[in-house]
Each structure stands twice: as structure tokens, then as C-alpha cells.
């Protein structure tokens, strides 16, 4: 029996690395997981694989969250598969690098639409159904670029959609109090994943980024997945509006 016992935790961009990971763990927990991916290929492998290991699960791909329509149609996949949701967790992201000089504003619009825009739609797809049920928990994924900068990315379009994750977590905290609705992000730092292995293996790259982080290592996407399933957990019951950093210390000096 775990804390998910019976619940249904829809994961956003399940067919990522770290989507994957919290796919299996809340299914691990006992939740029931709904999966969505614009990625059909890699959605359907993590269906599969969590299956695979008697984890309950459902997924809804190809589905494009950047479109209200896409957002609206995996809350109601989920309503329809589950009968309710209990946690959303907004994983789903697709940040788009380019130095400030070099950047036009339909590359910045492309970034908030894939990382900011589409947090806003699968909140407000859900909103209705947690006031309705009288609770629900929503767990953002920001990232410590919304805190802090890199000297080695040039990620001035993705930090300004992750510093907006964050205030509108902290809103949502605060109009959904009344509903029994908390609110929480958690901003992972550098992490080992598909998109990230090749730039690891850049010396300079990978040294200077390392440099920033105390534990010395990169993040494993079992480590932000941990952190997911605590936040939208019974054990973070008193926590709402808040930001989790997960980022083996690189916010703390």
C-alpha cells in the first residue's frame, strides 16, 4: 500500500525522461497514472514499461498542451478513464536556447507557449473538477533558471518562463485555499537526461556546471520524481505555495 492507494495522478510529458521516472514511481505508490506526451513514440514506451511492471496506467498521445484544446482533452481522458483526478503534475516543458543578440520575439513566444502557456491551460482545465470535489494538489515544474542564471546558457526565454511558473504557482496557492487546493513547484537544477547527456560530454560545458552545484553530481530524474510524489503527497499536507529547490545544493551558495 502506498500514499497513491487509489488515487489518479495525471503526468504531463510522460514520455520524457523525468516524466517517465514519476510515471513509474506514483504507479509504484499505487496511484493510478494518466500519461500525455505530443511524443506519441516515447509516451506509448513509458505506457508500456509501467505496465509492464503491474502499474495502473493511461495515456493520451499524441497531445499537444500548448493548445487549450490539447490541455482540456487529457483532463477529460482522465475523467473518463478514472472518474476523478486527484494531482497534476505539470511536468510537460520544451525550452527553446538562444543568446539575447541572437533571439527574435517568435522564438520568446515559442518558449512561453511550450513552457509557460501550457502550465495556465492544464490549470485551468483542471480548476473546475478540484473545486467541484472540494481538493486536488497541482505540483509545477519550475527550475532553479527562474532563480538564478548560467553563465553557459543561453537561457534568458526559459528562465523568464520559469520565474513565471512561479508566481502564478504562488497565486494559485492563494485562490485555491478556499477549495482545499494546494499549490506547489519544485525547480530542478542540471539533470541527467536524453536532452542533457550530450551536453554533458562538453568539457567545458559540463565543468562549469558542475562548479555550481555542491553535491557534485548531476540530478537523476528519479531524484525530481521523489521530490513530485512528496509534494503531491498526504506528507506535504501544510505545503502549498511553495517552491522546492531540487538541485543537489546549487541554489544555496
Excluded at 486536488?136 to 534568458?156: D, K, Q, R
Excluded at 477549495?179 to 536524453?194: D, E, F, K, W, Y
Amino acid at each position: 500500500m502506498g500514499r497513491f492507494t487509489d488515487q489518479v495522478v495525471v503526468v504531463t510529458g510522460s514520455g520524457g525522461s523525468i516524466g517517465r521516472a514519476a510515471c513509474h514511481r506514483f504507479a509504484g505508490e499505487g496511484a493510478i497514472v494518466i500519461g500525455c506526451d505530443v511524443h506519441a513514440h516515447s509516451a506509448a514506451a513509458t505506457l508500456e514499461a509501467v505496465r509492464a511492471e503491474g502499474g495502473a496506467m493511461h495515456s493520451l498521445h499524441p497531445c499537444d498542451l500548448g493548445d487549450p484544446a490539447g490541455a482540456q482533452a487529457v483532463i477529460d481522458f482522465a475523467l473518463g478513464s478514472a472518474g476523478r483526478i486527484d494531482v497534476l503534475y505539470n511536468n510537460a516543458a520544451l525550452a527553446h536556447f538562444a543568446w539575447f543578440a541572437d533571439m527574435d520575439f517568435a522564438l520568446f513566444q515559442r518558449t512561453m507557449r511550450d513552457e509557460l502557456d501550457l502550465v495556465f491551460h492544464t490549470c485551468k482545465a483542471v480548476w473546475p473538477h478540484f473545486v467541484a470535489q472540494g481538493r486536488g494538489v497541482i505540483v509545477n515544474t519550475a527550475s532553479v533558471s527562474g532563480m538564478i542564471c548560467y553563465e553557459v546558457v543561453p537561457g534568458l526565454a526559459h528562465s523568464t518562463a520559469k520565474a513565471g511558473i512561479l508566481g502564478m504557482t504562488r497565486h494559485l496557492a492563494m485562490e485555491g485555499a478556499a477549495h482545499n487546493i494546494r499549490v506547489n513547484a519544485l525547480s530542478p537544477g542540471l539533470v541527467q537526461t536524453n536532452q542533457t547527456e550530450a551536453l554533458m560530454g562538453d568539457a567545458t560545458w559540463w565543468g562549469a556546471m558542475r562548479a555550481k552545484i555542491m553535491l557534485g553530481r548531476a540530478g537523476q530524474p528519479e531524484d525530481i520524481a521523489a521530490a513530485a510524489a512528496f509534494l503531491a503527497s498526504a506528507d506535504a499536507a501544510w505545503i502549498t505555495g511553495a517552491n522546492l529547490p531540487v538541485d543537489g545544493g546549487t541554489t544555496a551558495w
